[in-house]
């Protein structure tokens, strides 16, 4: 998770307790018991397996040129201990081993090259329309949290998902150089142009830290956050409210776990919303994207967040498995998921 801006109190922004949701469409409740099946495959050891693997691709590898960055170094050090590289060839040479097809989208401009990992699984009924599944490859420090639980959502769920069927395709994506101002993300956006097969994105950063402890979460995520940072994240923006809502009642007929829904008012992009809008999903929004963003809240309550501290031993994995297997109801919900 990309942190570029102060932390203002989000007065403009909604959160909405899991028993205050009612979907805007009620949910197709014959859909259910596959959805259940579908979660309950989301397996914990390999989620950890993968961060695990993650986190020694980033620790053997030379950290970033941050001398492309100028004067910025010196406020925020830990832009001099980015690593991407091998994060992103892992993620690709895992992808391929499911037999998807996958490519990588390279741009290269001002200064800065992004290496997009891209597969795809195609729908049944509806190719053209793309469910898009994100999480950021980069990280500082070679972090656990942020953001190899990401990642290793986002391979876990194309393990599990790419052995169903759907009306609609699923992309999986790996976005390069989040942390140095979402460059991939917007990249990629900008190579949409006005095509609108993008129809929903669901991104993820930061999923794995949870703590009991009454005041271990910072409230400024929003009012009245809870003073525990024992929740799921589930935020939207207008565009995506009914999809906020879907999500937290999925959640409320699985009983999975404590889940906050947070809507920012219109594209998100007011300054009431900043912190909002910082991670991948973001530039999403501001091109009018339907896009849900999923998280622990990161810095709202991880105390690893963008230094050395970030490591395996703060990661809670049976609150990150459950937070991956509502996240994979939902996605097989959106994308259509066939009997």
Wanted: proline residues 6%; charged residues 20%.
């Amino acid at each position: 998770m990309n942190r570029s801006f102060p932390r203002p109190m989000l007065l403009a922004a909604a959160l909405l307790g899991a028993s205050a949701c009612t979907p805007v469409t009620p949910l197709d409740e014959s859909k259910l018991p596959v959805l259940e099946e579908i979660a309950s495959q989301i397996d914990q050891d390999r989620l950890m397996g993968t961060v695990t693997e993650l986190v020694a691709e980033h620790k053997s590898e030379a950290p970033f040129d941050c001398t492309l960055l100028g004067p910025n170094t010196s406020v925020y050090p830990e832009l001099c201990n980015l690593t991407h590289q091998k994060a992103g060839e892992y993620m690709q040479r895992r992808l391929e081993q499911l037999d998807l097809p996958v490519r990588r989208e390279v741009v290269a401009k001002d200064l800065l090259t992004v290496s997009n990992v891209i597969a795809e699984y195609k729908g049944e009924k509806y190719p053209e329309e793309v469910i898009l599944i994100s999480a950021h490859f980069d990280v500082y420090y070679a972090a656990a949290d942020d953001n190899s639980t990401g990642v290793a959502a986002v391979l876990e769920l194309a393990n599990v998902l790419s052995r169903y069927k759907f009306d609609r395709t699923l992309r999986f994506v790996g976005f390069d150089l989040e942390e140095l101002g979402y460059v991939g993300s917007h990249r990629y956006v900008e190579s949409l142009g006005s095509s609108k097969e993008v129809v929903l994105t669901v991104n993820f950063d930061s999923l794995g830290y949870y703590n009991d402890t009454p005041g271990s979460q910072n409230t400024s995520l929003g009012l009245p956050a809870p003073s525990e940072a024992n929740f799921l994240a589930v935020i939207g923006n207008d565009n995506s409210l009914e999809r906020v809502n879907e999500f937290m009642a999925l959640n409320e007929s699985f009983d999975t776990m404590r889940t906050f829904g947070v809507v920012a008012s219109g594209l998100g992009n007011n300054p009431g919303n900043a912190p909002l809008l910082r991670s991948d999903h973001g530039p999403f929004w501001l091109r009018g994207h339907e896009a849900v963003f999923i998280s622990d809240t990161a810095y709202f309550r991880n105390p690893g967040y963008h230094n050395e501290k970030d490591t395996m031993d703060l990661l809670n994995p049976p609150m990150f498995r459950k937070a991956v297997q509502l996240s994979a109801a939902a996605i097989a919900y959106w994308a259509g998921v066939q009997p």
